[in-house]
């Protein structure tokens, strides 16, 4: 199906931009960094997508829904779910698309049947979840509504060492263990603050090049265990037994 540009509802005057900014690098005023990040996130989930097309698929934190709208011709429904009003309110203005509602909740208690979903994405969601309480019921949730087979795909800021307020990758991995949910990927997709960033923010990378440039730089960072020159984001992958 060919997705006409949303023109008449952008926010700004550049709808991808800002949609990306409210979203990921708020000071990227650019636009190229986040555009970067953007790729690399989606390239990042196909490597490791198996869909049907039949799929119902819950978008865990979908902010202004940058990726529900990505999956909208990928599965057969979503429910992109946030605690953000706001965001939530432009996620329904950019995404438009039938098979996709939006639902209000700060995922303590999510209004769902147990067992409803085949696929659920979280990307840079629980990562916002700083209290471990909260965060432990927000992942039994997530398990609790996942299908038994259901698969969670998540894409996290974790931890450079133990003095980081960010969690662990094993962190990560004992919390949804402890839901039922078994671990099937878990490797380093991008460097806080690498070289690859670095050079895209300032500009010398031709946008041209942008999608050759994410492509080589996950796949130089998904061979690396223990990358600790800064925090890093995490590609996690989680099946409900
Ligand atoms: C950095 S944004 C990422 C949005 C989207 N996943 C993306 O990658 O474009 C993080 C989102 O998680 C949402 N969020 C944080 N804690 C949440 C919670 N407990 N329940 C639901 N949404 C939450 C925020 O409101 C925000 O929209």
Redesign the pocket.
């Known amino acids: 199906m060919h997705r006409e540009p949303l023109k008449s509802n952008l926010p700004g005057k550049n709808f991808e931009k800002e949609q990306?900014r409210?979203?990921?690098d708020s000071a990227d005023i650019h636009g190229v960094k986040n555009k970067y990040i953007?790729l690399l996130?989606k390239m990042a989930i196909s490597k490791n997508l198996k869909l049907t097309g039949k799929e119902l698929m819950l978008?865990?934190?979908?902010?202004?829904?940058?990726?529900?709208l990505w999956f909208t011709e990928k599965v057969e429904s979503i429910v992109g779910?946030?605690?953000?009003y706001e965001?939530?309110k432009q996620a329904k203005m950019f995404c438009q698309e039938k098979n996709i509602k939006f639902l209000q909740?700060?995922?303590?208690g999510i209004p769902l049947l147990s067992n409803s979903f085949d696929f659920i994405?979280?990307?840079?969601?629980?990562?916002?979840?700083s209290d471990a309480i909260?965060f432990e019921k927000?992942v039994g949730e997530l398990a609790r509504v996942c299908k038994p087979n259901g698969t969670i795909f998540a894409?996290e800021q974790v931890a450079k060492n133990v003095d980081d307020r960010r969690r662990t990758p094993e962190e990560y991995t004992q919390t949804f263990q402890q839901h039922g949910l078994s671990p099937v990927v878990n490797y380093p997709i991008r460097y806080g603050r690498s070289f690859f960033i670095k050079a895209v923010s300032l500009g010398i990378i031709p946008q041209f090049l942008l999608k050759n440039f994410a492509w080589f730089e996950l796949n130089c960072t998904m061979f690396k265990k223990t990358p600790k020159i800064s925090y890093h984001e995490q590609m996690m992958i989680f099946v409900k037994q």
């Open positions: 990306l409210a979203v990921l953007d996130h978008d865990f934190g979908c902010g202004n829904g940058r990726l529900a779910l946030d605690v953000n965001l939530l909740s700060d995922g303590i994405l979280s990307v840079a969601a629980l990562q916002a979840i909260i927000n894409i």
